[in-house]
Nanobody, 117 residues
Framework: QVQLQESGPGLVKPSQTLSLTCTVSGADITNSDFFWTWIRQSPGKGLEWMGSIIYSGKTDYNPSLKTRTSISRVTAKNQVTLQLISATPEDTAVYYC?????????WGRGTQVTVSS
């Protein structure tokens, strides 16, 4: 059973870096069947894909966020990480990590991050 758990600070000050971790269990993040994604949902808006990372470490980003977003992994801990620099109040959202393989899709419960001074 694949499970994902997001973690990180719930409050970030403007201009700081928003950093989140997704801990994966039940699957190896280096398994070539999977890719891993960060998605967010701001208040009153739909889901927004932020970026993805595949088994090799190759990444792909939403063009609108590319200059501020970095997704990486800690293979020893089976974790996928997200960093969003220069946070603004518009980055306030529920952040989800998700994993996809041919068998299906797997979502974390999400974590609320508020950007405010």
């Amino acid at each position: 059973q694949v499970q994902l758990q997001e973690s990180g600070p719930g409050l970030v000050k403007p201009s700081q870096t928003l950093s989140l971790t997704c801990t994966v269990s039940g699957a190896d993040i280096t398994n070539s069947d999977f890719f891993w994604t960060w998605i967010r949902q701001s208040p009153g808006k739909g889901l927004e894909w932020m970026g993805s990372i595949i088994y090799s470490g190759k990444t792909d980003y939403n063009p609108s966020l590319k200059t501020r977003t970095s997704i990486s992994r800690v293979t020893a801990k089976n974790q996928v990480t997200l960093q969003l620099i220069s946070a603004t109040p518009e980055d306030t959202a529920v952040y989800y990590c998700a994993g996809f393989d041919p068998a299906g899709r797997y979502w974390g419960r999400g974590t609320q991050v508020t950007v405010s001074s």
